[in-house]
């Protein structure tokens, strides 16, 4: 992880809203990864009697949203229609490209932005923190295949670091980079002993099967 910028930290018993953009061709695991960190740390907080976090799919109608790997999925809210949002998720996937020239996407992206604790993306979604011109300014990682197309489009991208905060935008590499991010952010928004309570029931803890081969 690569950041800059001054220390959050936030009283443990707070709750706060998450709001995942999704789109046509928006790349699974970039948000139902992050999806699951929030859900599953919401789920511990509930259990401890405290208030749980709220994790919104937010797309631009209430119809079913087809991903890019086929998933379709039920949005819970609208750009025009949704609560205050604490946190902002935009994932990566093909769609992105086809966003990064949809005005209704990017103004509701920059207008939550102005009062979101965090705005964060996985993959090429922070092509749309580009495009949006949240990330003016701002280092942002993607995945590795899309670091060139970003920098020629005026981006400062970030090659070496999993995920990279610079301020209050957080942005992560390529699909399964998100659940890092996720977890440190769930530290960020509680503390770092819930976030490693939240990791642990995942069970996440990576051990690529063919790490030897390399």
């Known amino acids: 992880m690569l ?14 809203t998450i709001g995942m953009a999704i789109f046509p061709d928006a790349e699974e695991l970039d ?3 992050p999806w699951e960190v929030f859900t599953a740390s919401a789920m511990l ?47 990566g996937g093909q769609g992105t490209r086809r966003e ?11 207008k939550v932005s102005a009062s979101a604790r965090w705005t ?7 092509l749309l923190l580009h495009a949006s011109g949240v990330a003016d ?3 942002l990682a993607t995945h590795f295949g899309f670091e060139d197309e970003l920098e020629r489009r005026g981006a400062t991208v970030v090659r070496d670091a999993r995920w990279v905060r610079d301020g209050q935008i957080v942005s992560s590499q390529g699909v399964s980079a998100g659940i890092d991010m996720a977890l440190w952010l769930t530290g960020q928004l509680h503390s ?13 803890d990576p051990a690529p099967p063919y790490q030897a081969d390399a």
């Open 137 to 139: 300014g701002r280092r």
């Open 31 to 33: 948000f139902v990864g």
């Open 100 to 110: 990064a020239d949809n005005p209704t996407l990017l103004s509701w992206l920059a």
């Open 120 to 126: 964060t993306s996985v993959c090429t979604g922070s």
């Open 45 to 91: 907080r509930e259990r401890a009697g405290e208030q749980p976090d709220q994790v919104l799919l937010i797309a631009d109608g209430l119809g079913p949203v087809r991903c890019n790997k086929g998933l379709r999925v039920l949005p819970d809210a609208t750009f025009a229609e949704h609560p205050p949002l604490d946190v902002v998720l935009v994932p």
């Open 192 to 204: 770092v002993e819930h976030a490693r309570s939240t990791q642990r029931y995942i069970q996440y």
């Open 3 to 16: 950041g800059r910028g001054a220390a959050t930290s936030y009283t443990g018993t707070m709750a706060f």
